[in-house]
């Protein structure tokens, strides 16, 4: 079993959803490049920049923020997001 990642995905202020990720995907790899990043703050991300890659992959995946408590043990927690 390949290890995981919790990724805390904020929409500032709407709603904060949870998803369990494979550390070596490519979804995956988008949540560690963007770890503290938020579209739409004072930063200007490039069209490249993993947390763009990062919002478009998540329309695909499936939160787990109705499964309380979330159970790891997980390789990296990552907290991004953005901004409304």
Same mark, same amino acid.
């Not at 990642?5 to 949870?18: N, R």
């Not at 550390?23 to 995956?28: A, F, L, Y």
């Not at 787990?64 to 990296?76: A, R």
């Given at each position: 079993? #390949? ?9 500032? %202020? ?21 770890? #503290? ?6 930063e200007e991300y490039t069209e490249n920049a993993p ?17 309380? %408590?979330?159970? #790891? %043990?997980?390789?990296? =927690?990552? =907290? ?5």
């Open positions: 079993m #390949g290890k995981k990642l919790l990724l805390i995905w904020e929409s500032i %202020p709407e709603t904060t959803e949870a998803f369990i990720l494979d550390v070596d995907s490519e979804i995956g790899h988008a949540a560690l490049g963007s770890a #503290g990043c938020y579209l739409n703050s004072i947390i763009n890659k990062l919002n478009e992959l998540l329309t695909e995946e499936e939160s787990v923020t109705t499964d309380f %408590p979330i159970s #790891g %043990p997980f390789e990296h =927690v990552i =907290v991004c997001g953005w901004v409304m």
